[in-house]
């Protein structure tokens, strides 16, 4: 009954490495989002979707690449770990994209870059 | 741009006491939402309570209540009786008509319930 989901739980990669993220969500929404949340617990938008197009696209570098194959799956591929993408990454999902909307939020994927 | 900003890194409350968090914000925008969403140990974020700029009556949900000054730019969360399981990190956040769906996060506030 999970709204929103995220595999792995815990990845845990060398640098340099290549690694993806999977977001799903069964709560019909259209729009998605990714977050990254620091060691000091700072959290800051990456991306967000509607209906699989990209919408936000904050400054993040092009090593990471998000893809959504439909509106109920957005995953991140990071290309190139650096130990800097070490982190908290959230997906989460909004009914829209309007500003109002609540967003919710899936259990996190935390990254370790050795 | 808009910027949240929340002082208090950490607070600590005994049981069933009131505890209030707080959060201001800077935007130019007259059209925003505002949002508070906590994240306990198991790092799930869930909204708390949110509260439309228009409004000028203050948003409660149950134990939760927002004292919201939209010309201070100041919006505080009350948590009344509180509970061991309020203990976790509480986010504000802002979301403004013109930037669409982006929540900007304040850096976050550790309230810890002491039994």
């Known amino acids: 009954d999970t709204a929103v989901s995220q595999t792995p739980k815990y990845l845990v990669t060398q640098m340099g490495n290549d690694k993806s993220i999977k977001c799903e969500q069964n709560?019909?929404?259209?729009?998605m989002y990714w977050y990254k949340q620091d060691s000091k617990k700072f959290l800051k938008i990456m991306f967000s979707?509607?209906?699989?197009?990209?919408?936000i696209n904050e400054t993040v570098p092009n090593r990471f690449s998000p893809k959504s194959p439909d509106k109920a799956h957005l995953n991140l591929h990071i290309n190139s770990l650096e130990l800097g993408d070490s982190a908290v990454y959230f997906c989460?999902?909004?009914?829209?994209?309007?500003?109002?909307?609540?967003?919710?939020f899936g259990p996190g994927t935390r990254l370790t870059v050795l | 741009a808009q910027t949240v900003t929340q002082s208090q890194p950490e607070m600590s409350v005994q049981e069933a006491e009131t505890v209030t968090l707080s959060c201001t914000y800077d935007?130019?925008?007259?059209?925003?939402?505002l949002f508070w969403y906590k994240q306990p140990p198991s790092r799930q974020m869930i909204l708390v309570i949110r509260?439309?700029?228009?409004?000028?009556q203050n948003a409660t949900e149950n134990r939760f209540s927002v004292n919201f000054q939209k010309a201070a730019k100041s919006f505080s969360l009350k948590i009344s009786d509180s509970q061991l399981g309020d203990t976790a990190m509480y986010f504000c956040?802002?979301?403004?008509?013109?930037?669409?769906?982006?929540?900007?996060f304040g850096g976050g506030t550790r309230v810890l319930v002491k039994p």
């Open positions: 989460a999902s909004s009914q829209s994209p309007i500003f109002y909307n609540e967003q919710f």
């Open positions: 709560l019909g929404h259209d729009t």
């Open positions: 979707y509607n209906n699989k197009e990209l919408i």
């Open positions: 935007t130019s925008e007259s059209n925003y939402y």
């Open positions: 509260q439309e700029a228009y409004k000028q």
């Open positions: 956040a802002s979301a403004l008509k013109a930037a669409g769906n982006k929540l900007t």
